[in-house]
């Protein structure tokens, strides 16, 4: 609760100094919903969530990694409140956005195209996850080695995949 308390003084003093209508106020307003997430108020950093693109959109467009970002973490939101579809297209975009600004082989969009990759799983539509996984892999693989949590946890997520599909040996 510190961290959020932190943020939401933080918040009004770039208000205060900057305006509502500023880069740095949607970013603090993004920090202030990503705690709330981590509480697991989804409502309250969804309300957050939405608000940040509407005042990135003007400041930096909807083409930055800012604006993407925060559609990312809307849809871990989504996907954490079983709204599967919405969280897919909102992950979608963000990959979409993040591509466009810096490229399909970066940690970004491996991390997003992991993150679709789980809510197939969830829905289980396994060949897909594992679709997506793979790509992810090799984009992590490229990006921060085999040696690395982010590519141990994507190995993992498939193994989980081919354990459902009584895939054992591969």
């Not at 208000?15 to 209508?21: D, F, H, L, S």
């Not at 930096?60 to 954490?80: C, D, I, K, P, W």
């Amino acid at each position: 609760e510190k961290a959020a308390t932190l943020y939401t003084q933080s918040l009004h003093l770039v208000e205060a100094y900057v305006g509502r209508e500023s880069e740095d106020y949607a970013t603090t307003l993004h920090n202030v919903a990503f705690v709330r997430e981590a509480q697991q108020r989804y409502e309250e950093a969804l309300a957050l969530y939405e608000e940040a693109p509407e005042i990135y959109e003007p400041c930096v467009g909807r083409q930055s990694v800012s604006y993407a970002y925060t559609l990312h973490n809307m849809a871990y939101v989504r996907e954490a409140q079983q709204r599967y579809e919405e969280a897919l297209a909102l992950y979608e975009e963000a990959l979409e956005i993040t591509e466009a600004c810096v490229g399909r082989q970066s940690v970004s969009c491996a991390a997003t195209l992991h993150n679709m990759a789980g809510v197939r799983r969830e829905q289980q539509r396994y060949e897909e996850a594992l679709e997506l996984y793979e790509e992810a892999l090799k984009i992590k693989e490229a990006c921060v080695g085999r040696q690395s949590v982010d590519y141990a946890d994507t190995l993992h997520n498939m193994a989980y995949v081919r354990d459902k599909q009584q895939r054992y040996e591969e």
